[in-house]
């Protein structure tokens, strides 16, 4: 197969893409001064994808939800065995995850790579499920969904989605329902992986130390060629709105836990300037050198460890979001409402845009280092139909106008807080 070399001029990194044969799309990041490599094996699969269609079929098809999630967990299961007793052999730290728009398979090793390499593509290829092995894992999951209903970060987090969003499926739980997954059958679970773990619609990416022809060898080895199919996510149509702007749910808690935002009218990709600007506004108006987040712990309405600010972002949906614990979560959201308030009425100052640039800038440059983190972003970009290095020039030639303009995704009547409470 053919690599490209794509290079970045300010960082100096460089990484290698290209298409396998079989429609798979292989991302290469060397970084030889390190002693460790990442990889993942993705696929554009996730729990908002409960309806789609196939680019063979005339019809999109709905399907329960929390099958993504629950075939993250029955792939590693096989007629020969369990996956992770196969890295024990070789010495990888392995782990998966099911997110709203993937489901990424990882390892990491210092030794045995190519062994370990062999494992990761031959079981994510290699489906087996029975009436037997879905029953039970039936259970197992009905108990991870019952544990995370009792978790304050998560419940107030889906409290949240629920409370902002009216129809699109990132309002519900990544791994389903107890009554959802009780749907959950072998010919459902075959189809979904038909469709999603086809190689085009899946990417790997290594990151750390590593020979690239030996990676390609073992792809070569590996990798079953796929039909050309497409897949369309279908989702209802989402209005501006929100459900309603203030929801609560009481839990075993010592102090309340808070979660506020603000609902983005989403009309479209975002491209890298939206995601470096919204970056940018985020760390102007919350990062620890910032004025609100001063007035908030000198008034005591955070809890330092804790607060958090985030861009959450995907496929018809984003959300500009602050949480945390707090003696008085409606004081906390009342005073981020009025620093958003302030920023559009007087505008961001010059040297609170620059001071905000350089250290997201910095911050970027120095996740270079770090093998795992590094195969994370590479993937997620390509996911996003994003250049990873494009993000770095993005931040790196940033202006205030552009930051400025993001200010206008915060109204308020679009905000909602959501609050855990003590028993």
Not at 37 to 59: H, K, L, M, W
Not at 170 to 190: F, M, Q
Not at 282 to 310: C, H, T, V, W, Y
Request: proline share 5%; glycine share 6%.
């Amino acid at each position: 197969m053919e690599l490209k070399k794509i290079e970045s001029a300010r960082t100096g990194d460089f990484y290698y893409k290209g298409r396998h044969p079989s429609g798979l799309d292989i991302y290469l990041y060397p970084k030889e001064n390190g002693s460790s490599t990442r990889a993942v094996f993705g696929t554009r699969y996730g729990s908002i994808d409960n309806c789609f269609q196939r680019s063979d079929e005339p019809e999109p098809e709905t399907v329960p939800e929390g099958i993504a999630h629950y075939l993250e967990h029955k792939l590693f299961e096989s007629e020969d065995g369990d996956a992770f007793a196969r890295y024990a052999e070789t010495g990888a730290n392995a782990n998966a995850f099911t997110g709203f728009e993937s489901t990424c398979y990882v390892f990491s090793c210092t030794d045995r790579l190519y062994d370990s390499l062999r494992i990761l593509l031959d079981f994510v290829q290699s489906p087996y499920f029975t009436e037997e092995t879905v029953a039970k894992e039936q259970g197992i999951i009905g108990q991870e969904i019952k544990m995370y209903e009792d978790l304050p970060g998560w419940r107030v987090f889906f409290n949240y989605l629920q409370a902002m969003y009216h129809r699109h499926p990132v309002r519900d739980d990544a791994a389903g329902t107890i009554e959802s997954i009780a749907k959950i059958t072998p010919e459902y679970l075959y189809r979904c992986y038909n469709t999603f773990y086809n190689l085009n619609n899946m990417a790997l990416v290594l990151s750390g130390k590593f020979d690239v022809n030996r990676v390609l060898e073992v792809c070569d080895e590996m990798l079953k060629p796929a039909p050309p199919v497409r897949v369309k996510r279908v989702f209802p149509e989402e209005p501006d709105t929100v459900v309603k702007p203030y929801i609560e749910q009481k839990l075993s808690v010592a102090m309340p836990v808070f979660q506020f935002g603000y609902k983005e009218r989403v009309d479209g990709a975002r491209s890298v300037t939206d995601l470096a600007a919204m970056s940018a506004l985020l760390a102007i108006l919350a990062s620890d050198a910032s004025p609100m987040f001063r007035k908030l712990l000198d008034q005591g309405l955070i809890n330092e460890a804790s607060f958090s600010r985030d861009y959450f972002e995907g496929s018809g949906y984003a959300t500009v979001m602050f949480g945390g614990e707090s003696r008085d979560p409606e004081a906390a959201a009342a005073l981020i409402k009025e620093e958003v308030a302030r920023l559009q009425r007087e505008g961001i100052s010059e040297e609170d845009f620059r001071l905000a640039k350089r250290s997201l800038y910095g911050e970027s440059i120095s996740a270079l280092n770090h093998a795992a983190g590094v195969a994370g972003w590479v993937i997620d970009f390509a996911f996003k139909g994003l250049e990873p290095f494009a993000y770095i020039d993005a931040l790196a030639e940033l202006t205030l106008p552009e930051v400025q303009r993001k200010l206008e995704v915060l109204r308020e009547d679009r905000s909602v807080l959501s609050v855990i409470r003590p028993i």
